[in-house]
């Protein structure tokens, strides 16, 4: 690939306590690229992603934006957490706003758009995942499948330049999941640059560019999904998918 | 100013604020004991009673979540044997009076605790053959104590506080005292502060051991 | 024995007058209160050692202590410790805010500790600056699980009010008690005061009650 790259993460590193949650990973994300993170719990894998926009702070390596290694410092953080979204498993919304006053919030409160503009912005992404018609509800009234769209209409309504989803479809009714995912596969289409998390195989399959596969807070192996679903070349690979029940 | 402070007089007379400090201990723990048991038995009769015993008691608590303490003492101590004939001694009037403001907050932390068990509970002991007095005892009570601890061991701070009000009514408890000693000594600076930690040194350990209690066994009581 | 309850009818206005500034102590203290408590409350939460522990001493001194004896306390030491005389009701405001403020600030933190982890997660995920996520996310959020405890701590402090009558601040204790020594009238004065307090409170008692169905988290 000859994009530019996004997300650079080089020897990362990150320690619980004694526990190793990752043990030195790297790896390239390209603009219009989507990475989906795959592996068993407690891998690393949404710990990277917390690394990434800064809920945990590493202990070793470095990760880029853009080519410029992200701050340390909580402020200078928040400059780059801006041109980054990120949709989390319980999706968070505000409970004590409304759905289009929850997607207005990061555009006035951090952009300093004013409150038309950011309704507008707002009404606009509101349609693109199919809930224009909820826009004056509160979260508790919806659905988790409406609620995690409204979460990425949300994080899109910064405009970020990449998208990061921890496990976005991780607690929802098996029924809602399908909603998600296919908002999740527009984006894709649209040449959004994401890293997923998750443990929807075949949307690793059809969507992603590429898959890597963590075990213990490294890679096991990564590659195009034609590689890792149909010709592992690390055993792991093949016993981790063996235990989802996926067979080619 | 500041500068000058002379603890002596508190030194000279710390047989006399020791005393007074056992009058509020002993008053705090007869508070506490009679409280239990009056708040008990009003508790109880609240949720199990008939419709007008509970309606009474309900009236009775309610009453005592709106007169303040000060009020309800110095009404037993000045207007009480005006009605009654009797007077009483103000140690034991402040008595009866902390014991019924107190035993109110006892019945309704119990109603609470009662309330709070899931009715899913009840249905099930009841399923099971028991008898009403069985399924209190046995499957009610059990799980309400534990939730209700924390909130029972509260009422010692509470009585602890509340039997300082006693000295307005001339109960020669740490608070009267410090008061006497405060206007004999011209030292109120002096008297005043150490009374405060004096307080603070009982008062706290208490409240710590309420939090503790509280995280102890807060999980305890989840169903 | 013989009781006349026309005195009360008689004093009709002075306690009218008291019971005016019982409101106004509680109301003001109120008013005090709730900012001094949200002030302790966000600097028990600071990351500076010395700012949070700060807050927690001065919230566990002030629960820790009776509160007629701390009324004593800012009349004698106030005026040593600042250098200023202070009116009756100046200390007495003073005394109850203090008090209030200490439990008004550990309501706060439960209720802002009770926001979840994830609500400040998704608004720095956002870009937002910690106040940003304070204002916007979690104290919001918090006043509704505190608003219950704030209105018990207020049927509270009603009654506390009352305290402060023995430093001489005019309110419904205070001037029930004065007209009692002046007309010797002990019963009847001392019912009155009991009556209107009764009168005064037992609504509030009831609304908190309902507060409490209304907005109380069962969790």
Redesign the interface.
């Known amino acids: 690939m000859n994009e530019a790259v996004v997300l650079d993460y080089r020897d990362v590193r990150k320690n619980f306590g004694s526990f190793v949650a990752l043990n030195g990973v790297s790896i390239r994300v390209h603009k219009g690229e989507v990475v989906c993170l795959i592996g068993p719990s407690g891998s690393g894998k949404s710990t990277l992603l917390r690394c990434t926009n800064g809920l945990e702070k590493l202990d070793g390596g470095e990760i880029s934006l853009d080519g410029v290694v992200l701050p340390r410092s909580e402020t200078g953080m928040r400059d780059v957490r801006r041109r980054m979204g990120m949709v989390f498993q319980s999706f968070e919304l505000f409970p004590h706003r409304t759905v289009i006053a929850n997607v207005m919030m990061g555009p006035v409160t951090v952009l300093r758009l004013s409150r038309d503009e950011a309704r507008q912005r707002a009404e606009v992404l509101l349609e693109k995942v199919g809930l224009s018609e909820k826009a004056e509800s509160h979260p508790a009234s919806l659905s988790g499948g409406q609620q995690q769209r409204v979460a990425i209409a949300r994080a899109l309504a910064m405009q970020p330049e990449v998208m990061l989803f921890d496990e976005p479809t991780s607690a929802l009714d098996p029924e809602t999941v399908g909603e998600v995912l296919n908002v999740m596969k527009r984006l894709a289409d649209e040449g959004m640059t994401m890293v997923v998390v998750t443990h929807e195989m075949s949307f690793a399959r059809r969507v992603a560019n590429r898959v890597v596969l963590f075990e213990r807070g490294a890679i096991v192996e990564e590659g195009p999904p034609a590689q890792i679903f149909d010709a592992p070349t690390v055993a792991r690979t093949r016993d981790f998918l063996g235990h989802l029940g996926w067979h080619g | 100013?500041?500068g000058d402070l002379d603890f002596s007089p508190l030194l000279d007379s710390w047989r006399y604020l020791a005393g007074g400090l056992g009058i509020t201990l002993g008053l705090s723990a007869l508070t506490v004991v009679s409280s239990l048991l009056l708040g008990a038995a009003v508790g109880f009769a609240r949720v199990y009673g008939p419709v007008w015993v509970s309606r009474v008691l309900t009236f009775y608590i309610?009453?005592m979540?709106?007169?303040?303490?000060?009020?309800?003492l110095?009404?037993m101590y000045?207007?009480f044997p005006?009605?009654a004939g009797v007077s009483l001694p103000s140690f034991w009037a402040a008595w009866a009076a902390l014991t019924l403001h107190v035993a109110a907050y006892v019945a309704e932390i119990l109603r609470a605790g009662i309330k709070s068990i899931r009715p899913g509970q009840v249905r099930a002991a009841l399923a099971l053959g028991m008898s009403g007095v069985q399924v209190v005892g046995k499957v009610v009570l059990p799980q309400a104590v534990i939730r209700m601890l924390p909130a029972l061991g509260s009422i010692v701070?509470v009585a602890?506080?509340?039997s300082?009000?006693a000295?307005?009514i001339a109960v020669p408890e740490y608070?009267e005292r410090?008061?006497t000693l405060?206007g004999q000594s011209f030292r109120?600076?002096e008297v005043?502060?150490t009374?405060?930690v004096v307080?603070?040194v009982i008062?706290?350990p208490a409240?710590r051991a309420v939090d503790m209690l509280y995280r102890r066994v807060a999980h305890l009581g989840r169903s | 024995m013989s009781f006349d309850w026309g005195i009360i009818w008689q004093h009709r206005a002075e306690l009218a007058d008291g019971v005016a500034m019982t409101v106004l102590l509680a109301v003001a203290t109120m008013l005090i209160a709730i900012s001094g408590g949200i002030v302790l409350a966000l600097m028990r939460l600071s990351p500076l050692r010395p700012v949070s522990a700060a807050s927690a001493c001065f919230v566990e001194f002030f629960r820790n202590t009776p509160l007629i004896l701390l009324v004593y306390w800012a009349f004698y030491v106030m005026p040593v410790a600042i250098g200023v005389e202070f009116s009756a009701f100046a200390t007495g405001l003073a005394a109850l805010s203090l008090n209030v403020s200490a439990y008004n600030a550990e309501t706060f933190r439960a209720g802002i500790v009770s926001i979840r982890r994830g609500q400040s997660e998704a608004a720095l995920a956002l870009g937002m600056s910690r106040w940003q996520v304070m204002r916007e996310v979690v104290l919001p959020q918090a006043v509704r699980r505190v608003l219950p405890v704030l209105a018990s701590t207020w049927v509270s402090l009603f009654k506390d009010t009352s305290l402060v009558s023995v430093i001489g601040v005019s309110e419904l204790a205070y001037v029930s008690l004065q007209i009692r020594s002046q007309t010797f009238r002990i019963l009847e004065m001392l019912t009155a005061m009991a009556v209107i307090y009764w009168l005064l409170g037992y609504p509030q008692a009831k609304l908190v009650d309902w507060i409490h169905r209304r907005y109380g988290v069962s969790e």
């Open positions: 100013m500041l309610d009453s979540r709106a007169i303040p303490v000060l009020v309800v110095v009404w000045f207007a005006l009605v701070s602890i506080k509340d300082a009000i000295a307005t608070m410090s008061q405060a109120p600076v005043f502060t009374a405060m307080y603070f008062l706290f409240t």
